[in-house]
């Protein structure tokens, strides 16, 4: 049997739209069992999703590998769907890695990003997911350009998941077609200040910027509610650095781990709709175990 193990990831992380993501203690997992006559996939996901080769993972793996043999798979996760933590970027990478293990493509880290960021189309879910830790990708239509991005450990990431969906379709819709220049240059100033935070492990600095995106979180305000509340009740205990992950609607709060109960227990009490989990870095990102017969 074969085990592929591929993280969660928060993206965005403010203003670091469609670029800066980093890897969480949540888990896709994929086994990879005998080989049979035609694909068989079992899974927890709800009744509707396919069991056989119209998996969206096996469907992932014929993309890279289209002479692929059927196997009996096993998925499970811990990544709630459209929920902008990254459960469709799991599932590609869990895919591709499976062709290029199946198929013995031998495929390096980096043309497994490159692939994974041309089906997904921007890199900064997949990288965090493949890699590990947090980091800064970008992707010019002919190759990603990526960096490990220094989050410190000392924090945890305080996550509300309401109970709704939104669909990355339908967040998207709602950005804006094009920034004034002097938007933009204050846009790209934030978000390349706050790399260089976090990079200097200045948490009080990289936490406000954090909180100081002008790509998407007005635009998508209306659709993710939660957002400004939670911030609101976090800012009430002088905590700063919530965001909104990925496209929604899972609202993050990167937390210095002394303040963390105060923020969970702040939150139970307001009875939100939805779940708070505490979360940490993965700093492993994909991973392959072999267990031999």
Do not use: C
């Amino acid at each position: 049997m074969i085990t592929i193990t591929v993280p969660a990831t928060s993206a965005n992380i403010g203003p670091g739209f469609d670029s800066l993501g980093v890897a969480l203690q949540l888990y896709l997992t994929l086994e990879i069992h005998e080989e049979t006559t035609t694909w068989l996939v079992d899974h927890d996901f709800e009744n509707d999703m396919p069991h056989d080769e119209r998996h969206f993972i096996v469907q992932t793996a014929l993309s890279l590998s289209p002479t692929l043999k059927p196997h009996h798979i096993i998925v499970t996760s811990d990544i709630p769907l459209a929920r902008g933590l990254g459960s469709s970027s799991s599932a590609l990478l869990a895919g591709l890695a499976m062709a290029n293990i199946l198929s013995q493509l031998n495929l390096s880290h980096d043309e497994l990003l490159h692939q994974a960021t041309i089906l997904e189309g921007h890199p900064d879910n997949v990288a965090p997911a493949l890699l590990g830790g947090g980091v800064a990708a970008y992707y010019d239509g002919a190759r990603v350009f990526h960096a490990p991005l220094k989050v410190p450990k000392d924090v945890d990431f305080v996550t509300f998941i309401p109970s709704y969906e939104l669909l990355t379709s339908a967040a998207r819709s709602a950005l804006p077609h094009s920034l004034s220049f002097q938007e933009s240059v204050a846009a790209s100033a934030i978000s390349n200040t706050l790399v260089a935070a976090l990079n200097a492990n200045d948490l009080t600095t990289a936490s406000a910027l954090i909180e100081q995106d002008h790509f998407h979180e007005n635009a998508r305000a209306t659709l993710v509610p939660h957002l400004a509340i939670i911030r609101q009740i976090a800012h009430k205990l002088n905590i700063v650095g919530t965001y909104l992950s990925g496209a929604g609607p899972t609202v993050m709060t990167i937390v210095p781990k002394d303040q963390t109960d105060s923020l969970v227990s702040a939150l139970l009490a307001e009875n939100l709709p939805g779940q708070v989990k505490i979360l940490k870095q993965d700093l492993t990102g994909l991973k392959i175990m072999k267990e031999e017969k």
